[in-house]
């Protein structure tokens, strides 16, 4: 991998870390300050007036990446040397912007990963990452990876067991094709692969892969190395490269104190020990151990393999890539039937809301029917329970009428028989004011009736006199209406009026004693 694209891929980071809303574009203010700070660490002279010229203020508003890539290769890539900085220096530029914004540690101390080891598998996660952004690493990789850490701390899992962990990643990488950094960092702090391996180890088993991928160190360990102004010798920690032989202070590798480099006018040298302390090479006597050099030989016939497996590699990305473009056109079609398929349920769903409110509606239907059809039934009992009574009203009403007709022809009989009386008593009336005698015609002197009473003819003519009355009454008391004769009719307990007295008593009178 060329150095510009290495470059590419931790300031990639950056700017997408600069992009607080997610919008592609990052604020001239704040590239303003990314590109002086890429000056600084990648030892590239400044140009003030050059970076005022690009980014001035002005209308345009935000920059996108693809209007800071002129300006990031004119300005910086193309003045970049190799060896002219320190690498590590600039993917910790890099790893700060972005692990602020990104990665999230446990907040109670709990994590796997210090920050450290999490910056170095960063690094590690871009060195073998994809030239495509945004970055992912495809499942390969990542098993490659995890097994080159499990085996730094002489762990080995089994196929069935590292497939099954990949499987778990595997779904979140279907959508992208692969694990993005989180995700992969996820991994290892999830403790999932590492079998209650501790902290510190794993540390040493990240830095030792992170040392022989990304510093390229073949051998390293503790030598004593002489002076050069003072000739005395000193324990320093030495790191074998395929060009040169680093020393530092000590193992943690913070402060460089030198280079050997190693070229064809080296050679290797048995030194004898001296006072008990072993040789080593100086910077003014290129000589180091025989068997150094034998490990070099070995460490570069593993980095050949290592380039082969590269290639390999390339060759089964580009397979699957292809395989990938394919699955890409298949899920693009499953997503078309996806959609109509939701369509078709989205419609039968509203038909089936269609439907339930139509059931709704008729069984609301249903219940008012049923409650008219209740009231219905309670009315048409009332009015049952009406026409009963209605008929035993009528019923009875039919019964006095009958009873008031049997009284009505009662008294129309005594009516008749009463005028018929009357009538009869009329006529003796009549022959009793107009006798008829047989005798001789006479005129009629008061001689001739010395038996005549006025008293008792006055008492005759005023009996009469009633009796008239009293029949007439009779007459009109026998035609009021219908209504008037059955009133006192119907009145069954009433005890019936006492008998007339007889013509007879009327007009005859018991004698006075």
């Given at each position: 991998?060329?150095?510009?694209?290495?470059?590419?891929?931790?300031?990639w980071?950056?700017?997408?870390?600069?992009?607080?809303?997610?919008s592609?574009?990052?604020?001239?203010?704040?590239?303003?300050?990314?590109?002086?700070?890429?000056?600084?660490?990648?030892?590239?002279?400044?140009?003030?007036?050059?970076?005022?010229?690009?980014?001035?203020?002005?209308?345009?508003?935000?920059?996108?990446?693809?209007?800071?890539?002129?300006y990031?290769?004119?300005?910086?890539?193309?003045?970049?040397?190799?060896?002219?900085?320190?690498?590590?220096?600039?993917?910790?530029?890099?790893?700060?912007?972005?692990?602020?914004?990104?990665?999230?540690?446990?907040?109670?101390?709990?994590?796997?990963?210090?920050?450290?080891?999490?910056?170095?598998?960063?690094?590690?996660?871009?060195?073998?990452?994809?030239?495509?952004?945004?970055?992912?690493?495809?499942?390969?990789?990542?098993?490659?990876?995890?097994?080159?850490?499990?085996?730094?701390?002489?762990?080995?899992?089994?196929?069935?067991?590292?497939?099954?962990?990949?499987?778990q990643?595997?779904?979140?990488?279907q959508?992208?094709?692969?694990?993005?950094?989180?995700?992969?960092?996820?991994?290892?702090?999830?403790?999932?692969?590492?079998?209650?391996?501790g902290?510190?180890?794993?540390?040493?088993?990240?830095?030792?892969?992170?040392?022989?991928?990304?510093?390229?160190?073949?051998?390293?360990?503790?030598?004593?190395?002489?002076?050069?102004?003072?000739?005395?010798?000193?324990?320093?920690?030495?790191?074998?490269?395929?060009?040169?032989?680093?020393?530092?202070?000590?193992?943690?590798?913070?402060?460089?104190?030198?280079?050997?480099?190693?070229?064809?006018?080296?050679?290797?040298?048995?030194?004898?020990?001296?006072?008990?302390?072993?040789?080593?090479?100086?910077?003014?006597?290129?000589?180091?151990?025989?068997?150094?050099?034998?490990?070099?030989?070995?460490?570069?016939?593993?980095?050949?393999?290592?380039?082969?497996?590269?290639?390999?590699?390339e060759?089964?990305?580009?397979?699957?890539?292809?395989?990938?473009?394919?699955?890409?056109?298949?899920?693009?079609?499953?997503?078309?039937?996806?959609?109509?398929?939701a369509?078709?349920?989205?419609?039968?769903?509203?038909?089936?809301?269609?439907?339930?409110?139509?059931?709704?509606e008729?069984?609301?239907?249903?219940?008012?029917?049923?409650?008219?059809?209740?009231?219905?039934?309670?009315?048409?009992?009332?009015?049952?329970?009406?026409?009963?009574?209605?008929?035993?009203?009528?019923?009875?009403?039919?019964?006095?009428?009958?009873?008031?007709?049997?009284?009505?022809?009662?008294?129309?009989?005594?009516?008749?028989?009463?005028?018929?009386?009357?009538k009869?008593?009329?006529?003796?009336?009549?022959?009793?004011?107009?006798?008829?005698?047989?005798?001789?015609?006479?005129?009629?002197?008061?001689?001739?009736?010395?038996?005549?009473?006025?008293?008792v003819?006055?008492?005759?003519?005023?009996?009469?006199?009633?009796?008239?009355?009293?029949?007439?009454?009779?007459?009109?008391?026998?035609?009021?209406n219908?209504?008037?004769?059955?009133?006192?009719?119907?009145?069954?307990?009433?005890?019936?009026?006492?008998?007339?007295?007889?013509?007879?008593?009327?007009?005859?009178?018991?004698?006075e004693?």
């Amino acid at each position: 991998m060329s150095l510009r694209k290495e470059l590419l891929k931790s300031i990639w980071y950056a700017f997408t870390a600069l992009d607080v809303e997610k919008s592609g574009k990052v604020s001239k203010s704040q590239l303003k300050v990314l590109s002086h700070n890429l000056y600084t660490v990648l030892h590239i002279p400044h140009d003030p007036v050059a970076l005022e010229e690009h980014f001035r203020d002005d209308d345009d508003g935000p920059v996108s990446s693809q209007g800071y890539m002129p300006y990031l290769n004119k300005y910086i890539l193309d003045k970049v040397e190799e060896g002219a900085f320190v690498k590590e220096n600039f993917d910790e530029l890099c790893w700060t912007l972005t692990a602020k914004k990104n990665y999230r540690a446990d907040s109670n101390g709990n994590s796997v990963l210090s920050s450290q080891d999490a910056f170095r598998l960063w690094c590690l996660f871009n060195f073998l990452s994809e030239d495509k952004y945004p970055l992912i690493m495809v499942p390969d990789e990542v098993e490659y990876l995890v097994k080159k850490v499990l085996s730094s701390m002489s762990l080995e899992l089994g196929l069935g067991e590292l497939e099954e962990l990949l499987a778990q990643e595997a779904q979140a990488a279907q959508a992208t094709g692969g694990l993005s950094v989180w995700q992969f960092l996820e991994l290892f702090n999830s403790g999932r692969c590492l079998r209650g391996v501790g902290q510190d180890t794993l540390s040493m088993a990240i830095h030792e892969v992170y040392q022989e991928l990304i510093q390229d160190v073949l051998k390293q360990g503790y030598l004593w190395k002489r002076g050069q102004l003072r000739r005395n010798w000193t324990e320093r920690w030495f790191q074998l490269q395929p060009s040169c032989l680093c020393y530092f202070g000590s193992e943690e590798c913070k402060e460089k104190r030198g280079t050997i480099p190693l070229d064809a006018q080296c050679c290797v040298e048995v030194l004898p020990d001296r006072d008990g302390r072993p040789g080593s090479a100086s910077p003014t006597v290129p000589q180091a151990r025989a068997t150094m050099q034998a490990e070099m030989e070995l460490k570069k016939e593993e980095a050949a393999r290592q380039r082969q497996r590269i290639q390999e590699l390339e060759e089964m990305q580009g397979r699957l890539q292809e395989a990938l473009q394919l699955e890409v056109k298949a899920r693009r079609d499953e997503e078309a039937v996806r959609l109509a398929q939701a369509r078709l349920l989205e419609e039968e769903e509203e038909k089936l809301k269609q439907l339930m409110q139509l059931k709704e509606e008729q069984e609301r239907y249903i219940e008012r029917a049923q409650q008219e059809k209740q009231e219905l039934q309670q009315e048409m009992a009332l009015q049952s329970r009406s026409l009963q009574r209605a008929q035993l009203q009528l019923e009875e009403v039919r019964q006095n009428r009958q009873r008031a007709d049997e009284d009505v022809e009662a008294a129309q009989r005594k009516l008749r028989q009463a005028s018929t009386n009357v009538k009869h008593w009329n006529v003796q009336m009549n022959r009793l004011m107009h006798p008829i005698e047989p005798g001789d015609k006479r005129p009629v002197t008061s001689s001739s009736f010395s038996g005549f009473q006025p008293p008792v003819l006055a008492r005759r003519d005023s009996s009469l006199k009633r009796l008239t009355r009293w029949g007439s009454q009779r007459n009109r008391t026998s035609s009021p209406n219908r209504s008037e004769q059955q009133k006192p009719l119907n009145g069954g307990d009433k005890t019936p009026a006492p008998a007339s007295p007889s013509l007879e008593e009327k007009l005859d009178p018991a004698p006075e004693n």
